[in-house]
């Protein structure tokens, strides 16, 4: 079954023509805080329970759920757990929260940070010199370590699915001190 998707002005002509609008932002409270759509309300992708959110929808029967993360990517695995999950009736937005800004869009504005892709790359660049320093320092063994953070983002790059990213997520500095519940 294919994955329907729709516009962020498509979206919010909906929203603005009257239609109620269940907009989700899958990205990591960090992030949500930042930058959001001003209809969205987070529930980060590591913590969504397709279940769960649907059992917390009131009056939604008939009613699509639209998805939206930075660009894209985690909105549409977000989108396939709910449709594994027997919930087909999800929306992805294309683009994401990158494409709603870059419209002009209604967003709100808060605390800035380091955008979870960015600590990706500084931590995965700080593991890979590690491990030549190590390799080159202490054991040529040492070399491993940066030849695995190159394997995880060949898989990344194929699979659009980063663990590091999953993994930074659950930092604390990521969740915040009011961490969005599942609901």
């Known amino acids: 079954m294919p994955l329907t998707t729709i516009s962020p002005r498509e979206l919010v002509a909906l929203n603005d023509g009257g239609q109620p609008v269940e907009l989700l932002d899958v990205r990591t409270p960090m992030e949500f805080r930042e930058v959001h759509a001003d209809i969205a309300r987070n529930v980060p992708l590591d913590v969504l329970d397709p279940a769960q959110v649907m059992l917390g929808r009131r009056d939604a029967e008939g009613r699509p759920l639209y998805v939206i993360c930075r660009s894209g990517g985690r909105s549409k695995q977000a989108c396939e757990k709910f449709i594994t999950a027997g919930f087909p009736d999800v929306v992805n937005v294309e683009g994401g929260t990158l494409s709603w800004v870059e419209a002009g869009l209604p967003v709100v504005r808060d605390q800035k940070g380091i955008p979870l892709e960015r600590q990706v790359r500084i931590t995965a660049g700080m ?33 659009n699915r980063c663990g590091m990213g999953l993994l930074l997520a659950r930092m604390p500095w990521n969740r915040g001190q009011n961490a969005t519940s599942a609901c």
């Open 127 to 159: 593991l890979v010199l590690l491990g030549v320093v190590l390799g080159w320092l202490v054991h040529p063994a040492c070399y491993g370590l940066s030849a695995f953070v190159g394997a995880g983002l060949i898989y990344a790059g194929i699979t």
